[in-house]
């Protein structure tokens, strides 16, 4: 089964807008700038094994909480 450029582009479009999202989402929790957690998932999730990590990375980050 070959795959073109056009279909590899657009699947590795759809994974970076997941990422995105997910990072946005959870960026909510851990990150005082979500919209930043949100671009870095984006950028790095143009080699997805990259994008996959820093969601990992973000959900192991502690929730901001209510300071002590």
Do not use: C, H, W
């Not at 699947?11 to 700038?33: L, P, R």
């Amino acid at each position: 089964m070959d795959f073109t450029l056009t279909q590899m582009a657009s699947v590795v479009v759809a994974f970076m807008i997941v990422i995105g999202i997910t990072s946005y989402i959870i960026g909510k929790k851990k990150s005082t700038t979500p919209i930043r957690a949100a671009a870095l998932g984006t950028v790095f999730s143009v080699i997805p094994v990259l994008g996959i990590i820093y969601v990992f990375y973000l959900a192991n980050k502690e929730d901001l909480g209510t300071p002590k």
